[in-house]
């Protein structure tokens, strides 16, 4: 008899240890025992079979043709959450969120939005607009824009997620968002509160860190005089 909750387990730890091959055999085998046993639409079979799309299609380090394999799982996924689950479930926004992301990966940005903007609105419609369980997915929207060179689309989505988490890599986001937008005067205010932050944590540690914050604050400089040189 096949004990299953230990092949999911077992899957889990390979995964979570960077063994993605092993991960993708033992979520194959539980897909496969499901399917003979007719639980298809159970949720140890989501588990499964999105567990199997992020096996066989590791960050960072899948080609095409294992994202396009990876992405069929997640489609047949998404159709089993929307159908037993209904459009709003904690389910469904992680695995729209990893179909953005698969899809991110892929250099396909442009149809990955769409999955990111449902996975946000199903998130703010299960827990509210400003929880933090929107955080990841409010990351991801943001970031999917920003690759796009969207910075006004962004811009609102960094400044929730600064409000979320008062942190220097936070304010980063932001100032990078608004410096792609042209606004260099706030851009450069919160690179400054960037480096502040940085130096009040790490100390002597901190110049390495800020280097590459100063960096952009001498280029905003450089470019704020040349705006005020063409005008005179």
């Not at 992020?54 to 095409?64: Q, T």
């Not at 009040?200 to 590459?212: H, I, S």
């Amino acid at each position: 008899m096949t004990d299953l909750n230990d092949i999911l387990q077992r899957a889990h730890a390979q995964w979570r240890t960077g063994h993605h091959s092993d991960a993708a055999e033992l979520y194959g085998q539980a897909v496969k025992h499901l399917e003979e046993c007719g639980e298809t639409d159970s949720p140890r079979f989501l588990v499964a079979l999105q567990g199997l799309a992020e096996s066989v299609a590791p960050p960072g380090r899948a080609n095409p043709e294992q994202c396009e394999l990876a992405l069929s799982y997640l489609r047949r996924a998404l159709d089993i959450v929307e159908t037993t689950m209904g459009a709003c479930s904690e389910r469904l926004i992680g695995i729209l969120c990893s179909t953005g992301s698969l899809l991110v990966q892929a250099g396909r940005e442009r149809e990955a939005l769409p999955y990111m903007q449902r996975a946000l609105a199903v998130g703010e419609s299960v827990y509210g607009c400003d929880h933090r369980a929107n955080f990841l997915s409010l990351m991801a929207l943001f970031n999917c824009f920003m690759m796009l060179n969207a910075a006004n689309e962004a811009m609102p989505l960094a400044r929730r997620l600064l409000q979320m988490r008062q942190n220097a890599a936070a304010y980063i986001d932001l100032a990078l968002c608004l410096k792609m937008a042209g606004q260099l005067v706030e851009a450069r205010e919160h690179f400054a509160k960037a480096s502040d932050l940085i130096r009040l944590q790490y100390g002597e540690n901190a110049p390495d860190r800020v280097k590459q914050l100063n960096d952009w604050i001498e280029e905003i400089d450089r470019e704020m005089l040349g705006t005020i040189t063409k005008t005179e």
